[in-house]
């Protein structure tokens, strides 16, 4: 892989595989493919989502509500999920066995209490930013390769959002996998169309 190339690895974590408090079907299986790819790349980004306790994500938060429901909230609909990746907890961390020797930028997201947030880039209030796109820009980072869980929602909020940052996006169809609640996965495929996203498999990588 070149020097401007990047690989962004997006919440592998505990709690996002099968025995997780939000488990994504398959989810342990990336980890050998990521580990088998990162070092290809000179420049391994890894994000973890850090949620505080109470955070306005969990359905635990809003009596009566039920995982998967939405409510309104200032910055739009909010999908409740189960209680998940809650700073300093077992299930917050990376997944056994994911090789994180070799990242150079580690982004943890979602520690506003009263905001989500699925891209490594921007919160979900699409205002608040991280400093990850500086960070690659400083890098001479042109393009970004990107996997982890879930290909729906963290992997393609962090695409979507490279792509509208003026990045060369790949997304790696086989070091991810999705949830697919009501269709959100066709419905992230549609807009990556729109971006010029590519979806490829790990064999391309060189």
């Known amino acids: 892989m070149k020097d401007n190339q990047a690989l962004i690895v997006v919440d592998v974590q505990k709690d996002f595989l099968e025995t997780g408090a939000l488990p ?9 493919v990521i580990n088998r ?3 290809k790349f000179k420049h391994v980004v890894f994000t973890q989502d850090w949620h505080p306790q109470g955070h306005i994500s969990f359905a635990s938060s809003h009596p009566g509500k039920a995982p998967y429901s939405t409510i309104d909230v200032s910055y739009g609909k909010q999908v409740l999920w189960p209680e998940h ?26 520690a506003h209490s009263d905001i ?18 500086v960070w690659l820009k400083s890098q001479g980072i042109t393009e970004v ?32 996998r999705g949830i697919d609640v009501n269709g959100s996965l ?3 495929r549609a ?4 971006r010029g996203i590519k979806i490829i498999d790990s064999s391309e990588i060189n």
């Open 85 to 110: 990746c809650v700073q300093n907890t077992v299930g917050a961390e990376f997944a056994d066995g994911l090789n994180t020797e070799n990242g150079d930028c580690f982004v943890k997201k979602g």
């Open 191 to 194: 807009e990556w169309k729109k």
């Open 116 to 133: 989500d947030s699925y891209s490594a880039f921007l919160e979900a209030d699409r205002k608040t930013k991280t400093d990850l796109g």
């Open 37 to 39: 790819i990162s070092p």
């Open 24 to 32: 994504v079907k398959d989810g342990s299986q990336v980890v050998p």
């Open 145 to 176: 390769f990107v996997c982890g869980l879930a290909t729906d929602f963290c992997v393609s909020w962090t695409a979507i959002d490279a792509a509208d940052e003026g990045f060369k996006v790949y997304v790696i169809e086989d070091a991810s």
């Open 186 to 188: 066709d419905e992230a």
